[in-house]
């Protein structure tokens, strides 16, 4: 591992633990003010997950940016790579299920997205979260592809 990497993934760790703190304090906080019926309960959960997500996700981006300018060219061209040929396909394959999905006899199929919920936006974000998974899964794959065929030798 390169020892650029080493602040990288120290500042990431700091920076995790900071988030944890950080949602540990405002959640006791914001539970205290709910407690008192100062502010309702649902708007507060709103307010802070989307806070927490904008803040985890802008930070997700920070670390990517810091990791790809840490690693050598091979692991970059590694990353590409497995982003293009592995993402593409794992969406392409989410993609098959997009088009079924748009038939009538998909009405028939029956599921529940997340705690039982059957509303749209569950279904959304269910889909949503199906197509990462295998834009991710294919990632994984092409990735160790990649660094198999190159280091055998």
């Avoid at 649902?42 to 990791?67: E, K, P, Y």
């Avoid at 970059?76 to 088009?99: L, T, Y």
Wanted: charged residues 10%; contains cysteine.
């Amino acid at each position: 591992m390169s020892k650029r990497l080493w602040p990288v993934i120290g500042k990431s760790l700091l920076g995790l633990i900071a988030i944890m703190v950080a949602t540990l304090i405002v959640g006791i906080g914001v539970g205290f003010l709910v407690a008192r019926g100062v502010v309702d309960e649902d708007n507060a959960i709103l307010t802070l997950m989307t806070i927490f997500a904008v803040v985890l996700m802008i930070g997700a981006m920070v670390v990517s940016v810091a990791w790809m300018r840490a690693i050598d060219e091979a692991a970059r061209e590694a990353h590409k790579a497995a982003w293009f040929w592995g993402g593409c396909s794992g969406m392409a394959v989410g993609g098959v299920g997009i088009v079924l999905a748009s038939l009538p006899q998909a009405e028939a199929l029956q599921f529940t997205a997340f705690d039982g919920r059957t509303d749209p936006v569950a279904y959304m974000a269910a889909g949503a979260f199906a197509m990462m998974m295998l834009m991710t899964l294919g990632y994984v794959i092409v990735w160790a592809w990649w660094w198999l065929a190159r280091t055998r030798g």
